[in-house]
């Protein structure tokens, strides 16, 4: 089993930054693929970045170009640079890790934690 616990997210205005982490505990040495979802209200979950061991990374064509993703795999933690923040980026922001190149909805899954951009 593999527990993931985020934090990072927050209140920011347009045009501001944040940086989401997540913390992997448990039987990391599985791990191949973490990342991040995001599930605004009414909406469907999205994928927003992941990044593999070796660190090869996939971004929505979203967020190309503001958000960074990053991992530490001694600390088995992800990153989540988030700038050039839009009140369309409000969304609850989940992490996820897998055994796999992917994530995939039977992979291990975070809380969340709650990013509001105010315009």
């Known amino acids: 089993q593999v527990q993931l616990v985020e934090s990072g997210g927050g209140l920011v205005q347009a045009g501001g930054s944040l940086r989401l982490s997540c913390a992997a505990s448990g039987s990391t040495f599985s791990i191949n693929a973490m990342g991040w979802y995001r599930q605004a209200p009414g909406k469907q979950r999205e994928l927003v970045a992941t990044?593999?061991?070796?660190?090869?990374?996939n971004y929505a064509d979203s967020v190309k170009g503001r958000f960074t993703i990053s991992r530490d795999n001694a600390k088995n933690t992800v990153y989540l640079q988030v700038n050039s923040l839009k009140p369309e980026d409000t969304a609850v922001y989940y992490c996820a890790a897998g055994r796999r190149r992917g994530i995939y909805d039977d992979d291990y899954w975070g809380q969340g934690t709650q990013v509001t951009v105010s315009s």
């Open positions: 990044i593999t061991r070796g660190g090869s990374t």
